[in-house]
């Protein structure tokens, strides 16, 4: 049993939303109580005590669309490598890098990763994955370096025909075989959905052997409309839009749920919202790309469940979302706009996405949800309240502000140092997996 105190206690519940001076109780994986310090204190006194110190304790953070197989990219530069264009950053970057990722190189992204995450007080994420020099186990792979450091996962892998029908099978192969796996081990850290690219790079006919290799057992997880090739290939190829594709070969759904989603027209924002689809932005890489900016505002007036992603452009869910909000209003024209919009995407609707995978309720601290704990290191020279929460978030606080991680009642990171975890020994084998990848990328030892 443990009790996290001595500091603001955010809880992100309808019922006791802050404490000025509240503590968590957990009990084994969940949540057990929540209230003021001295009076939990009184209640536990054989509980661990995890010592706040004066920071803002809250729920962990929840990243519902990263790219693990990113995780090596750090400080990369690819000899030749100039793109103008959004196929080009594709296909000259990362689809390059992933061609040459071995299961080790799998691995170390992983590592370094679910470090990373830890680090920055992500306690949940949504991979979707690519490594198409080695495709089978890969999952697994990354599945079992999340179990060694204790990360909450929902993985799948990136079905594509771009290098091949062979490579393209196998990748269905290891969703089916790994969603299969997730669904008789029934874990509640372990989830999977069945991921796809870009609609350009999937044909119909593939589309239906995804949706028989599934066979009910989990939901999609695509990229759609990032780019306009999935328009032009869609309407060129098909007669119709990228939507409608996905709705015409049985794609779309509760369990399902789209990246990006610029280039779509309100009609299909429509279908979206009647088949219950779910979308997730990654603010930072559509403006790093240059692909354009999400209709977030449309979504959410048509009711859409749209969650907050990173795309692996950061592991920082509160720069993600500190991007996100002036984008909209960028966008818009209008500095008015998107407040609630921003705010409920991380702290309402990535929970409410993680609640269709999940069965323990994340993104919030009350008796019976997860005990996924952060501690973030904030001493506000301002006035600091439940009126005024989203605004300090925003503006004062960072990932780097992560002091203490605890994921399903494990204290990972404590007081900024690793628990259980050889940090030295991981950096140092993932250092030699990614000087074996740039070295294969630019044909020179590093």
């Not at 809880?11 to 000025?20: F, M």
Request: charged share 20%.
């Amino acid at each position: 049993m443990l009790l996290i105190g001595n500091g603001r206690l955010i809880t992100r519940s309808a019922t006791n939303p802050y404490l000025e001076n509240g503590a968590v109780v957990t009990e084994g994986a969940l949540v057990k109580e929540t209230g003021p310090l001295e009076q939990l204190r009184a209640k536990y006194p054989e509980a661990e005590f995890v010592d706040a110190k004066g920071g803002v304790i809250m729920p962990g953070l929840i990243n519902v669309h990263t790219h693990i197989y990113s995780g090596l990219a750090r400080g990369l530069a690819i000899d030749g490598f100039n793109p103008t264009n959004f196929l080009e950053v594709l296909d000259g970057q990362w689809w390059y890098i992933d061609r040459h990722l071995t299961l080790d190189g799998t691995r170390a992204c992983a590592y370094a990763t679910v470090l990373d995450c830890i680090r920055d007080g992500v306690t949940t994420i949504f991979d979707h994955h690519a490594s198409f020099a080695e495709i089978p186990g890969s999952l697994f792979a990354i599945k079992d370096v999340c179990q060694e450091l204790g990360m909450r996962a929902c993985l799948c892998y990136e079905v594509s025909e771009r290098d091949g029908m062979e490579k393209c099978q196998e990748a269905i192969d290891e969703n089916a075989e790994f969603a299969r796996w997730a669904k008789a081990e029934d874990s509640d850290m372990i989830r999977a959905m069945f991921g796809g690219h870009a609609l350009f790079t999937i044909s119909d006919k593939t589309f239906e052997a995804m949706v028989k290799a599934n066979d009910g057992l989990t939901g999609f997880h695509i990229h759609v409309a990032e780019g306009m090739n999935d328009v032009y290939d869609s309407l060129r190829n098909y007669g119709c839009r990228p939507i409608n594709r996905l709705l015409y070969n049985g794609i779309l759904g509760e369990k399902t749920m789209l990246g990006h989603c610029i280039h779509v027209s309100p009609a299909e924002l429509d279908i979206i919202k009647e088949t219950n689809t779910m979308v997730c932005h990654n603010p930072e890489s559509n403006m790093g790309n240059a692909v354009g900016c999400s209709p977030v505002l449309q979504m959410y007036g048509k009711g859409i469940l749209i969650g907050l992603g990173t795309d692996a452009y950061t592991h920082d869910m509160l720069e993600s979302l500190k991007v996100l909000l002036p984008m909209q209003r960028h966008n818009a024209c209008d500095p008015n706009v998107g407040w609630g919009e921003a705010m409920g995407m991380l702290f309402k609707n990535n929970p409410a996405i993680c609640a269709r995978y999940f069965k323990t309720p994340l993104g919030v601290l009350e008796p019976g949800s997860a005990a996924d704990v952060i501690v973030m290191d904030y001493k506000p020279f301002t006035p600091f309240s439940d009126a005024n929460i989203d605004g300090h978030m925003l503006f004062g606080m960072m990932g780097k502000n992560c002091r203490t991680t605890i994921i399903n009642g494990k204290v990972l990171y404590k007081d900024r140092e690793f628990v259980g975890i050889d940090e030295e020994r991981i950096n140092a084998w993932t250092l030699e997996q990614s000087k074996k990848l740039w070295g294969e990328l630019n044909h020179r030892t590093y």
